[in-house]
């Protein structure tokens, strides 16, 4: 197995990780997004001296639709290890106010999935209030209904897993060539 494969594994194993329901999917997000890209990385390093490796490296082009989609994977990763902005917390009522902890979110979402449609009645408390008799003073109380899915902002996970799927599947493909070019070891 050559490094570039091991590497590519690695980034396979995160991939694999990834769950759209894990409250940790920033986390394992930031690990896929740091592996996948540090495959081309150690490809260099390591087929760099294998006879025509170079030229058939730089003179790869990518199609319009691959070079948009290393253009935002590369973004992604930018803003997670980079900057420190990536962020994909779910929000309870559409913005950033309020945000449902991250072990919540399973729950609020599987909340939202089987409430679609249906008049709900939401009580907002301290944490360890609950067994406390509420009033007024204790608790907030908001009525209000769960909207449809047409009606609801997109959960952002979803869209960013498809791309990490295609990214790898990208990555995949090139590494394939490689392997299948040139032979080390």
Not at 87 to 94: A, D, I, K, P, S
Not at 139 to 145: K, N, T
């Amino acid at each position: 197995m050559t490094r570039t494969q091991k590497k590519l594994d690695e980034a396979k194993y995160f991939l694999n990780q990834l769950k759209v329901t894990d409250p940790y999917f920033d986390y394992v997000l930031s690990a896929f997004l740091n592996a996948a890209r540090s495959v081309f990385w150690v490809m260099r390093y390591e087929f760099t001296q294998v006879p025509g490796w170079k030229e058939w490296f730089d003179s790869a082009e990518a199609s319009k639709e691959e070079q948009a989609l290393l253009t935002d994977t590369n973004q992604m990763r930018i803003s997670s290890a980079k900057k420190g902005e990536m962020n994909t917390e779910f929000f309870l009522f559409g913005d950033d106010k309020i945000t449902v902890a991250g072990a919540s979110y399973p729950d609020a979402k599987r909340m939202l999935d089987e409430l679609e449609g249906a008049e709900v009645e939401v009580i907002i408390r301290i944490p360890g209030d609950a067994e406390k008799t509420l009033s007024a003073k204790d608790a907030f109380v908001l009525d209000g209904y769960v909207k449809s899915e047409h009606e609801r902002s997109p959960d952002p996970r979803p869209a960013i897993k498809r791309k990490c799927d295609a990214y790898f599947a990208f990555l995949n493909q090139i590494v394939c060539r490689c392997h299948e070019k040139f032979e080390i070891g």
